[in-house]
């Protein structure tokens, strides 16, 4: 591990004591068998790194991450992930706000039945236990959509058959938070009441609006089209890592850039 320049060595438990607290924006670099490589600055705030794990008992692969956290997809893309632009190639995607995030049922939900309103609640508990406290979805609410402040995204939740992904074939489409950090609302279309009662359907799309992407896993929720409705171990993992780092991390592991660009130019 090097800290300023300085190099010391982490005990078996993967931690390590600085004598003395480094500076502010001071580089940190650590290389340590089995975990990815993490460049960061310090920032005056946590003297103890977690550190994201190459592999892990939940069957969590590097490629799991790649695919996960850093790989740019929508629905315009091609099969099988509707990937879109180099993989591992984007940052990493999340709410820079902690607070609540707020969900609303729009255009489309009027009239539809209990049990897709029902499956939207559903989906938000199973995506809040999956979060483990880190971050708090409301329940879903019929209120007119707020203004939101600077880095809170709300959700809303609508069902239109005319829109263009359902032409192309696609049952739901969920919006991703932006790559900065910004104020707004993403979206999670339907496209028929059916699919909006789907849970896999549901989960996977909220899911988006957290950051989390495609997985080639069909065991995932986040595979598209496996039908698997509650997270993976796996993908747990993966959202609890997310949450330990800060929008625009990329891969491996380096959310340095964000705070010292000019280490980052070619
Ligand atoms: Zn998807």
Partial sequence: MTVD??????????QVTLPQRPADMAPIDILAAGYLDRLTVFR????????????????LTEADTINLVY???NWRGAPPLY???PVGGDSLRQRSSRAPVQVFYSNGFEGADARAIDTQAAAVAELNGALGGGLTYLPPSFAEIPASNLGELHVALTIDTTHESCAAGFAATGEFPPAGIAGGTLRVNYCSIRYA?????AIHEFAQTFGLRHSADEN??????????????????VMRLMLQRRPGNIFPDTDACRWRPEWCVD
Avoid: I, Y
Avoid at 5 to 14: D, I, L, M, R
């Fill in 71 to 73: 790989t740019h997809v």
């Fill in 197 to 201: 009662g789907n849970l896999h359907v």
């Fill in 44 to 59: 005056g705030q946590d003297t103890r790194l977690g550190l994201w794990p190459r592999t892990s008992r939940t069957g």
């Fill in 83 to 85: 990937q879109l632009g």
């Fill in 5 to 14: 320049g300085a190099t010391f060595t982490t005990n078996s438990a993967g």
């Fill in 220 to 237: 995932d929720v986040m595979c598209p089209g496996s039908g698997v409705r509650a997270f993976t171990p796996k993908e747990k993992l």
